[in-house]
């Protein structure tokens, strides 16, 4: 595999910034794999090209990711970048949220990246060298109301790929978190928003104003996943990429924001914390 013919490994490629992601390599001249749990519609999604290799993938079964990566392997040799692409969004207050519903926003979005990953890891340390992405949220960094079972497999996935990071450094495998802020991807779609089922009185109140505030942001995002992606790419060419790069400004001052009270709690109750000591 030549530097400009890279191998990138995409899932979640079928819609949405899948899409853009798989695009924008292949405008870059690298061979592509595109997955998805429905192939049609990433093969009507990118069409052909003989830099491009469509297979199916649901990242929620580890039996997918390896035939996906076998796939992979068969046709381009190995792996240079992963992309752990694939989430959903289930939005409700933590009480009306089902305990099956809580499994599958994790089950999608922290197992399934590790799935995929597990998977890809063995070619990466053979060769001594890769690059991992994960794309994680504002809501991997802190809290909001009605994200509870979001923000749950978000911190999951950053936690995760932090301790990644030492794991695979020693082979030469760099790992990158992604936090976007709002951008107008296909999350907030019906086809990956998902809301609690149970209703309780007590947040009768609330219910339609959140879940109006998500369904008034579908298509009107600030951020143009064209111009991320495009970012990305840049960033995946560097010989040092980032551990971490929040996308946007509005997850900029969300993360600054977070910075902040972190902050002030920290020196709120420094004299107590210091005075643990033996």
């Known amino acids: 595999m030549t530097d ?14 899948g899409v853009d992601f798989a695009k924008a390599a292949l405008a ?37 990711a390896e035939a996906a990566v076998k796939l992979a ?13 694939a989430g959903s969004f289930y939005g409700g207050y933590f009480e009306e949220l089902t305990q099956e519903q809580i499994e599958r926003q994790i089950s999608t979005n922290l197992y399934g990246p590790m799935n995929v990953t597990r998977a890809v890891l063995p070619l990466m340390r053979k060769a001594r060298s890769g690059h991992i992405i994960s794309i994680s949220s504002l809501a991997g960094l802190a809290g909001f109301e009605y994200t509870t079972a979001y923000a749950a497999s978000k911190f999951g996935l950053e936690g995760w790929m932090e ?11 760099n790992t990158t978190i992604v936090n976007p802020g709002f951008f ?25 104003q959140f879940r109006a505030f998500f369904q008034d942001k579908k298509g009107k995002q600030e951020g143009d996943p064209a111009k991320l992606v495009k970012a990305l790419i840049a960033i995946a060419s560097q010989e040092e990429p980032p551990l971490r790069w929040i996308a946007g400004s509005d997850a ?9 009270e972190l902050q002030q709690q920290i020196n709120a109750y420094r004299d107590l914390s210091t005075s643990l000591a033996y």
């Not at 993938?57 to 997918?64: A, G, H, I, M």
């Not at 392997?73 to 692409?85: A, P, T, W």
């Not at 107008?184 to 339609?208: G, M, V």
């Open 4 to 17: 400009n013919k890279k191998v990138w490994f995409i899932t979640g490629a079928g819609r949405g910034m």
């Open 28 to 64: 870059e001249g690298y061979q592509v794999v595109a997955t998805g749990r429905n192939t049609d519609r990433v093969v009507k999604a990118l069409g052909e090209n003989e830099d491009l290799l469509i297979v199916k993938l649901d990242v929620t079964k580890p039996s997918d």
């Open 73 to 85: 392997v068969d046709r381009f040799g190995g792996i240079d970048v992963l992309v752990n692409n």
């Open 163 to 173: 301790s990644l990071r030492y794991d695979v450094a020693p082979f030469g495998i």
């Open 184 to 208: 107008r991807t296909e999350l907030l779609e019906p086809e990956s928003t998902f809301w609690a089922e149970r209703a309780i009185d007590d947040y009768a109140e609330r219910n339609p």
């Open 252 to 260: 900029i001052a969300g993360a600054e924001q977070k910075v902040a």
